[in-house]
């Protein structure tokens, strides 16, 4: 028997989820930016922000297989927790042009000068030239760099994750019937 899944509650589920994901996520990073750690951020704030995703989707996979009669397969999972995931890479893409853009307009300027602050401590015969083309490359390419990371680091890992919770939560009709 094909199970009949309603494709709205899957969406609706995958776009409450994110949005949650995404904003707790603005609020974390709103904090640390209140706290002075916005260039230099504390481990934690990172393994706070990957829990945050775990959270999400656990949560929507849950929610996904209780309006879904208690049945959930990979595929499904995938489906979900990829969506979340891309909902809160999406949001967090948003704040971060706000935020380099209008909260913090010296922001690109702050993170260059703190790599090249770095890379003098770590090899101070560094050449003038190479850090000038260093600055020039992250002026170019921070947004896209920035956009790419936070995207392929929140799809990486929303993809583990809805691996892991999937194969974990998942039950299909074909294991019902065995039983």
């Known amino acids: ?3 009949q899944t309603n494709p709205t509650s899957a969406k609706q589920i995958m776009l409450n989820y994110g949005l949650i994901f995404g904003f707790v996520s603005i609020l974390i990073s ?30 929507g996979l849950k929610q996904f297989k209780k309006n879904n009669n ?21 949001i967090s893409i948003i704040y971060t042009v706000l ?6 307009p010296n922001y690109i300027n702050n993170v260059i000068e703190l790599q090249q ?26 947004y896209v760099a920035t956009i790419g990371m936070i995207v392929i680091a929140n799809l990486f890992l929303g993809f583990v994750f809805s691996l ?3 194969l974990i939560m998942k039950k299909t009709d074909e294991e019902i019937t065995s039983i």
């Open 1 to 3: 028997m094909e199970n």
């Open 30 to 59: 709103v904090t640390n930016y209140a706290l002075g750690n916005i260039y230099e951020p504390h481990w934690s704030v990172s393994v706070v922000g990957i829990l945050i995703m775990v959270v999400a989707i656990v949560l």
């Open 70 to 90: 208690e049945l959930l397969s990979l595929s499904q999972s995938f489906k979900i927790g990829l969506g979340i995931a891309l909902i809160g890479a999406i």
């Open 99 to 104: 935020f380099a853009k209008f909260i913090e």
């Open 117 to 142: 602050t770095k890379m003098i401590e770590s090899s101070p015969e560094v050449s003038d030239e190479v850090l000038e083309m260093m600055a020039n490359g992250t002026k170019k390419y921070f």
């Open 164 to 166: 892991i919770a999937g």
